[in-house]
């Protein structure tokens, strides 16, 4: 099989290749703007890497669309302190540009598995979110947080008519709260834009305090990201056809933590690394306002737990590292590779 993966070393992008690498006889082409995060994929034979712009090198993923037998447009602006920020860029990038790689699709027949995303249902009340049933509730114009959501919303929508009148084959999946190594670098951490996990440890790492968004009580299922990778492996294996317009959420509902215990398992995750334990000091928790820590635009999500029955089913899959493993883990990977960084 070959896939074609824009946006190959971004953090689901630059894992999945690994493992496609590793279990697979499959031919990975990718592109991106840089191979930082590829490691020793970027020798493999069976990987085909363009260091390039998607907005620039539109040719070359025509070409490639044409080649391939499955399309994945992992390219996104996807921190929530960006949709805030730069409105108009999250459109442009995840919408405008996905849209067209969708409508390649089409043209030449070839099955996209496009990441949509947890953040589709929104401020969605159900206790866990559900693929084929839950609403997907957004807030107002004036709160521009919710431009991501709308912009994958509509995507996915796109695609789903498409595929119900038979122009193309296709896979929806939603991660929830992907973490693990490489999910954001210190330099977007520096600049307080990275998403909470990796927010929390570079925050540790650079003894700067902890913010606690409107007193921390938001919870998220955290996801390993080994383990959405296996089901993501099975999406694209799709046996028998069986995830064929289908909608799937990818998360671990047993994951489930407020952002204030978050930060508590995090310090004392950190405090006890041996390359830690000694510091003279450690970053304190404090709690800061959501008009203060991203601003006018902005509004939180208080719960989002999803339904896995679908995946459980479809792919006969489940989630198996725990929130401790998963977060130490990513935690340990963090410090190992910003050693002396800071
Ligand atoms: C994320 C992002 O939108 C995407 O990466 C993705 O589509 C989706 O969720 C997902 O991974 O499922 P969110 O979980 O809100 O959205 O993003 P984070 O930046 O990780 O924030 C999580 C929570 O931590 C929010 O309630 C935020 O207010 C809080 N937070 C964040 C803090 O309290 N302090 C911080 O320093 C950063």
Same mark, same amino acid.
């Given at each position: 099989?070959?896939? =074609? %993966?824009?946006? $190959?070393?971004?953090?689901?992008? #630059? #894992?999945?290749?690994?493992?496609?690498?590793?279990?697979?006889?499959?031919?990975? !082409?990718?592109?991106?703007?840089?191979?930082?995060?590829?490691?020793?994929? +970027?020798? &493999?034979?069976?990987?085909?890497? =363009?260091?390039?712009?998607?907005?620039?090198?539109?040719?070359?993923?025509?070409?490639?669309?044409?080649?391939?037998?499955?399309?994945?447009?992992? $390219?996104? %602006?996807?921190?929530?302190?960006?949709? +805030?920020?730069?409105? %108009?860029?999250? !459109? &442009?990038?995840?919408?405008?540009?996905?849209?067209?790689? +969708?409508?390649?699709? *089409?043209?030449? #027949?070839?099955? *996209? +598995?496009?990441?949509?995303?947890?953040?589709?249902?929104?401020?969605?009340?159900?206790?866990?979110?559900?693929?084929d049933e839950s609403f997907l509730v957004v807030g107002p114009i004036q709160k521009e947080r919710w431009i991501y959501s709308c912009c994958k919303q509509l995507l996915d929508r796109v695609i789903y008519a498409y595929g119900t009148r038979g122009h193309l084959e296709f896979t929806l999946f939603r991660p929830f709260n992907w973490i693990g190594p490489r999910l954001d670098s210190l330099d977007v951490a520096k600049e307080g834009s990275s998403r909470v996990v990796t927010q929390f440890i570079a925050e540790l790492l650079m003894k700067r305090p902890i913010s606690l968004v409107d007193g921390g009580h938001q919870k998220r299922c955290f996801t390993y990201v080994d383990d959405g990778i296996s089901a993501l492996m099975k999406i694209l294996e799709n046996k028998n056809d069986i995830c064929k317009s289908e909608i799937i959420n990818i998360g671990n509902p047993d994951n489930e933590c407020s952002v204030k215990e978050l930060a508590d398992i995090l310090k004392n995750l950190f405090m006890a690394h041996p390359a830690h334990r000694n510091d003279k000091a450690y970053s304190e928790i404090i709690e800061a306002s959501a008009m203060s820590y991203y601003g006018k635009g902005y509004q939180d999500i208080y719960s989002r737990k999803p339904s896995i029955e679908k995946a459980r089913k479809l792919l006969d899959w489940k989630p198996e590292i725990g929130l401790k493993d998963a977060l130490r883990m990513t935690l340990d990977s963090f410090l190992e590779e910003n050693k002396g960084a800071v």
């Open positions: 099989m070959k896939i =074609l %993966i824009l946006g $190959v070393n971004g953090f689901i992008g #630059h #894992h999945l290749t690994n493992r496609i690498l590793a279990q697979t006889d499959w031919i990975v !082409y990718g592109m991106d703007l840089a191979d930082d995060r590829l490691g020793e994929a +970027v020798n &493999n034979p069976r990987f085909h890497f =363009l260091e390039g712009d998607m907005a620039i090198n539109k040719e070359w993923i025509e070409y490639h669309i044409k080649k391939c037998d499955v399309v994945l447009p992992l $390219v996104a %602006i996807a921190t929530p302190k960006l949709y +805030v920020e730069d409105p %108009i860029g999250v !459109y &442009n990038l995840d919408f405008e540009m996905n849209l067209a790689v +969708v409508k390649q699709c *089409v043209k030449y #027949h070839k099955r *996209v +598995v496009f990441p949509s995303t947890s953040e589709v249902y929104g401020a969605c009340t159900d206790p866990e979110f559900k693929e």
